[in-house]
């Protein structure tokens, strides 16, 4: 009985410190919808598409790599993969999923912003985003990605870039 009382407070503090981990990491995901889409993660058909569409390519980014499967997709058939993501703990998890994969020598993910970052280093980039942010990111992509440049959208397209390919719903543009 003396033991049940020890014990019991402490059982009750690692459940605690747990949910409130659990809990912590669910709220992050929404956290970020000022500067972007929440953490959802893209079904397997829309990923199968992305790995047809981004083949062969140099420098490819995932803009909001969440954790890092589409990064690990695209690492197959393309030299350097990296992602920008700005949640720390997706960053954490996806860091770890690439490193077990043995995939950390030709992907990286970075913890940024970016709508802070100049992506004209990149001549392919995803990102699967959401409606509010289409617009600007059309004018950021347009404006400093390379001539030739490709670009896959997964849920979203963009306003007034026609798309050269359109599947479902992912769509591939190609910057003049
Ligand atoms: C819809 S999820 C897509 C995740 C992943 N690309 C996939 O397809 O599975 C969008 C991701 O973008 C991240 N994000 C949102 N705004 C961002 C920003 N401004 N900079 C970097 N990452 C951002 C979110 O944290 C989230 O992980």
């Not at 956290?31 to 829309?46: D, F, Q, R, S, T």
């Not at 589409?70 to 993501?85: F, M, P, R």
């Not at 970016?114 to 959401?130: K, R, S, T």
């Amino acid at each position: 009985m003396t033991n049940v009382i020890y014990i019991l407070p402490i059982i009750l503090i690692f459940v605690g410190v747990g949910l409130l981990f659990v809990l912590m990491i669910r709220l992050s995901a929404l956290l970020v919808m000022p500067w972007g889409a929440p953490y959802v993660p893209c079904k397997e058909e829309n990923r199968e598409l992305i790995r047809t569409m981004i083949r062969e390519k140099k420098r490819v980014l995932d803009l909001g790599s969440g954790d890092g499967r589409v990064v690990a997709d695209l690492a197959a058939e393309n030299e350097t993969v990296h992602g920008y993501e700005i949640n720390p703990f997706l960053v954490w998890k996806s860091r770890t999923t690439l490193r077990k994969a043995g995939l950390s020598g030709k992907t990286r993910i970075f913890r940024r912003n970016f709508w802070n970052c100049d992506l004209g280093e990149y001549d392919a980039v995803c990102v699967y985003g959401i409606s509010y942010m289409m617009e600007r990111l059309e004018k950021k992509l347009l404006s400093e990605l390379p001539a030739g440049a490709t670009v896959v959208s997964v849920g979203f397209r963009f306003p007034n870039w026609q798309p050269v390919r359109n599947e479902g719903a992912v769509w591939l543009y190609e910057k003049g």
